[in-house]
């Protein structure tokens, strides 16, 4: 079985300043995690993905997100934030070598402050 | 490449009509899914299928049928549509290269009313 909690429903931001957004795991098997960015009205995009490997992954538009396995956590940070990140940001694992399908956390969404 | 494309973009039914959602890829992708989007909910698994003319329930099946009759297209039909139906639906897509970590891509979505 495998699940994904994100910590916070919204989250709220000044332009230029940090961007962290939380994600914790749980799965019986090791994960393959995923962020996903999806923008008003539109379909989901891929950020970024862990695998095996390097733990600080990069992704598009200068995100990154750092697996670390103890903390069974995989959060989203952006150094600086810019007024185009506000969207709903969604953490996904995948753990079934069956199915191979996601399961994703119940998202947060990004306010950009000006 | 067009990728993943679903019809049609919205929709407005009455409760006890039918429709059907149709999803197509033009990746060659083996895996096809269909998700609902519910606020606070994230996305859920309703039917996905590994391949042509194969179709697995996923977390909340009920009230849905599948089919993929083509490996392109993968249909989602409501029999009788109801109220807990109304919801955004996304269909996506993967390769079966790789293993687990394959990206899937996701469709525009469906926008769903069941008045």
């Known amino acids: 079985a495998q699940s994904v909690t994100q910590l916070g429903s919204h989250v709220s931001v000044s332009e230029g300043a940090l961007v962290l957004l939380r994600c914790n795991y749980s799965?019986?098997?090791?994960?393959?995690l995923f962020w996903y960015v999806q923008y008003p009205n539109q379909g989901l995009q891929l950020l970024l993905k862990?695998?095996?490997?390097?733990?600080l992954v990069k992704g598009i538009n200068g995100f990154e997100a750092e697996f670390k396995k103890s903390e069974t956590s995989f959060h989203l940070t952006k150094p600086s934030a810019h007024m185009s990140d506000a969207a709903e940001y969604f953490c996904a694992v995948s753990a079934d070598t069956g199915r191979r399908a996601l399961t994703f956390g119940s998202g947060t969404r990004l306010q950009v402050q000006p | 490449n067009a990728g993943v494309t679903q019809t049609p973009k919205f929709r407005v039914l009455k409760t006890g009509q039918s429709m059907t959602l149709l999803c197509a890829q033009d990746?060659?992708?083996?895996?096809m899914y269909w998700y609902r989007q519910d606020p606070g909910m994230g996305l859920r698994l309703i039917h996905y299928s590994v391949g042509e003319g194969t179709t697995a329930k996923g977390e909340v099946p009920d009230g849905y049928n599948v089919s993929r009759l083509k490996k392109q297209n993968f249909l989602l039909g409501l029999e009788s549509a109801a109220p807990s139906q109304t919801s955004v639906y996304f269909c996506?897509?993967?390769?079966?290269?790789?293993?687990?970590?394959?990206?899937?891509?996701f469709g525009p979505g469906t926008r769903l009313t069941v008045l």
């Open positions: 990746m060659n992708h083996e895996y």
């Open positions: 862990y695998t095996t490997g390097a733990t």
């Open positions: 996506a897509s993967r390769g079966s290269g790789g293993g687990s970590y394959n990206e899937q891509f």
């Open positions: 799965s019986s098997v090791p994960p393959y």
